[in-house]
């Protein structure tokens, strides 16, 4: 006599387990300090349509490249997004390998108010620390 337990599957077992689907969050290649984050949280509060912060580069400078901080209105389809204790920070998958491990600081240095940027991956920074260089080969 065939024996049909062993042929049907336990329906049980076809409803996968929704915890599985869920990816586990990627860690975050940005860091933020907490003079940081504060600015942040106080920028995004004054703007409730920003969706959070973008970070990334543009070709300038002396060096090669430079950071740039904004607003972020919307976030794009190429848009790598992570969770900061609060702060949605979107980098362009291109810009990623650039700024990966970056330290963003928030000082104030007399008059003076403005990000600081501790990047693992720059090889050289102008003077001024307004640009930075990465060697390719890294």
């Not at 409730?48 to 430079?66: E, L, M, N, Q, W």
């Not at 970056?102 to 403005?114: K, M, P, V, W, Y």
């Amino acid at each position: 006599m065939l024996d049909l337990r062993q042929q049907v599957p336990n329906p049980e077992s076809r409803i996968p387990n929704p915890e599985s689907r869920i990816p586990s969050p990627a860690p975050m290649p940005i860091q933020l300090t907490e003079a940081a984050l504060t600015r942040m949280h106080a920028f995004l509060a004054k703007d409730p349509s920003a969706v959070g912060v973008r970070f990334g580069i543009k070709k300038t400078g002396c060096s090669g490249f430079a950071y740039t901080v904004d607003l972020a209105r919307s976030i794009a389809e190429n848009d790598q997004v992570f969770d900061h204790d609060g702060i949605r920070v979107l980098v362009d998958a291109q810009a990623l390998p650039y700024v990966e491990g970056t330290e963003i600081d928030f000082l104030r240095q007399g008059l003076n108010a403005s990000f600081v940027f501790r990047n693992p991956n720059a090889t050289g920074e102008c003077g001024c620390g307004e640009s930075f260089t990465v060697d390719p080969a890294n």
